[in-house]
């Protein structure tokens, strides 16, 4: 696959549409049209509309990237009954960070990534509200894009004070423990919630040491962060040190992880201390 400048551009280009969808619905609480999936997550009106815009934007991409079949959150059953015999993909979660579009903190986002033989090689991550994102490929480096314009990013070197970002709702016991393991490292450690691949997106661009996750995660919430961390000089990585591979298996659920800068080993001597 010939990854280009270009192809980020127009992968942003459907995210932002993506989120301009959501936007217009966050707006009107009475637009949400609150429903509960089989997993007990729960399913906006704008979950729904953000898959539209971009299941419709990669269809209008030039081939290949037209061509290349779309795994979603929001997919059906049968959209996805053959994924495992596919050799590249589209990956999205349409709207990362429901729970936290419902308690309308802001914390969520829009994540597309590409899937070329279960490695990850681009990612595209925008915050609907600030309109601020992320993206990168491989070998093409990782990028913030804001206001101020296109500046490229990098992780963070652990050195205290230590800056953790968690999730709100899970893992929090052996969150805790982690906690512990780096201030024995490291000295003085804070942990601060946040939502949704954000959090990943501030381990990337180095305003935070590291994100580990004890809890559940589906593939589509972490393969866009996951190239934009690599190509920023970071990880996410397994409790082995192993990067995720994507569409592999018949479960799209994610083991335990945490998103780190420098050095790993150290990070992942702190993951296990927990055992």
């Known amino acids: 696959m010939q990854l280009t400048p270009s192809l980020i551009n127009d992968v942003l280009l459907i995210a932002q549409q993506a989120g301009q969808a959501i936007l217009a619905i966050y707006a009107k609480p009475e637009l949400w049209s609150v429903q509960t999936k089989g997993d007990d997550s729960p399913l906006t009106a704008a979950d729904q509309a953000a898959h539209t815009v971009i299941a419709k934007g990669l269809l209008s991409l030039s081939k290949p990237w037209s061509a290349l079949p779309l795994l979603s959150e929001e997919s059906s059953a ?107 490292r490291w000295g003085d450690v804070s942990t601060q919630p946040k939502g949704s691949s954000l959090k990943l997106c501030a381990v990337a661009e180095g305003s935070a040491h590291a994100s580990p996750r004890f809890g559940p995660t589906s593939e589509w919430d972490t393969a866009a962060a996951q190239i934009i961390l690599e190509e920023a000089g970071g990880y996410l990585v397994d409790s082995h040190g192993r990067p995720f591979r994507y569409n592999q298996r018949q479960s799209l659920l994610n083991d335990d992880f945490v998103a780190v800068g420098q050095p790993l080993a150290d990070w992942l001597a702190c993951w296990g201390d927990l055992n």
């Not at 053959?82 to 960070?97: E, N």
């Not at 296109?150 to 805790?176: D, E, M, T, Y």
């Open 78 to 184: 049968a959209e996805l009954s053959q994924r495992l015999s596919w050799p590249a993909c589209w990956m999205v979660d349409p709207l990362d960070g429901t729970k936290e579009f419902l308690a309308r903190n802001d914390e969520f986002s829009v994540n597309i990534a590409l899937i070329d033989s279960g490695h990850v090689v681009l990612g595209v991550i925008l915050a609907p509200v600030t309109g601020v994102a992320y993206v990168a490929a491989k070998g093409l480096g990782s990028f913030r894009i804001d206001a101020q314009g296109r500046q490229p990013i990098q992780v963070a070197n652990a050195q205290a004070p230590i800056k953790l970002l968690s999730s709100r709702r899970h893992g929090l016991q052996r969150l805790a423990a982690f906690e512990q393991a780096a201030s024995a």
